[in-house]
């Protein structure tokens, strides 16, 4: 990453390797795309229908298996609607199917390497300790056939009562556990989203399309979905803020990254100014 030959790096993945790279390019003040990490949230209203909006904050962190930059690992809902949201995200996430990807009937596969598997036990250990409530999964899936016990498989997993000052809330999974938390106010939702080292994609579930766009104009991401959850389109830009990094990837703004702009004056053959020498 630091021959001198190259002209433009692009990178994703964590922010530590992210910095890495960077350093190593700054000698030679190489043009740079950072896709780094992210701790999305997915902000649910009172007037939101309950089951768009919790299939909504399902895919949200349970796609991939949560090993998504922007995946809403965070869910944070109005507390009038709180239990029965939670109550209907524990029944459906019971009742994902996990186990081999190339079976149809599947809903989530298998972590993608041994180091993230550990490390996502890890993270969910962790939770626990952090007080915490597993409100469901946490566990390795018992039911899976004998060619797959050695796989790299976690229950789809929920965590209420999360603190603020948690690595559960704070820090990147990067696997299948949902954090949880209430709050009373708009002008609290927006807080409690943007008090985030991160700002890659967040979202906002409302009947009300207007107070979504004002939510969304206040929320700290390079994308905000309104009523709906990480749809991405080739010509849709896609690029973070603060430590979810910089630059654009897809769309018009995404070729800019690869285009070094020249600008160029052409004068006729004998045309002069006559600022110092006259004809």
């Avoid at 056939?145 to 209420?160: H, M, Q």
């Avoid at 973070?240 to 160029?264: A, N, P």
Wanted: aromatic content about 8%; hydrophobic content about 40%; overall charge negative.
């Amino acid at each position: 990453s630091n021959h001198p030959n190259i002209d433009k790096l692009s990178f994703t993945g964590s922010g530590r390797t992210g910095q890495i790279l960077l350093h190593a390019g700054a000698e030679h003040l190489r043009q740079t795309t950072l896709e780094l990490g992210g701790k999305g949230a997915l902000v649910v209203f009172e007037d939101a229908d309950l089951t768009v909006a919790a299939d909504w904050a399902l895919l949200g962190i349970y796609a991939c298996t949560g090993q998504v930059c922007s995946a809403s690992s965070r869910l944070i809902v109005h507390e009038s609607i709180a239990e029965e949201l939670i109550e209907k995200l524990v029944k459906e996430a019971a009742n994902i199917k996990v186990g081999d990807p190339r079976d149809a009937a599947t809903k989530m596969g298998p972590l993608c390497m041994k180091m993230q598997y550990d490390k996502v036990l890890e993270g969910i250990q962790r939770a626990k300790d952090e007080g915490c409530h597993l409100a469901a999964g946490g566990v390795v899936p018992g039911d899976l056939p004998a060619d797959l016990s050695n796989g790299y498989y976690v229950r789809p997993t929920i965590f209420t009562n999360v603190p603020t000052d948690s690595k559960t809330w704070t820090e990147e999974i990067f696997g299948p556990v949902l954090a949880v938390r209430t709050f009373k106010t708009e002008e609290e939702a927006i807080a409690l989203t943007n008090a985030s080292a991160y700002g890659l994609g967040h979202g906002v579930v409302s009947a009300d399309q207007v107070r979504c766009a004002r939510v969304a104009d206040k929320l700290d991401a390079g994308i905000v979905w309104e009523n709906c959850n990480q749809a991405l389109f080739p010509e849709t830009p896609f690029g973070g803020w603060k430590k979810s990094g910089f630059g654009w990837e897809y769309g018009e703004s995404g070729l800019e990254e690869y285009v070094r702009k020249k600008t160029r004056f052409v004068a006729p053959a004998g045309y002069s100014w006559g600022c110092y020498v006259s004809k």
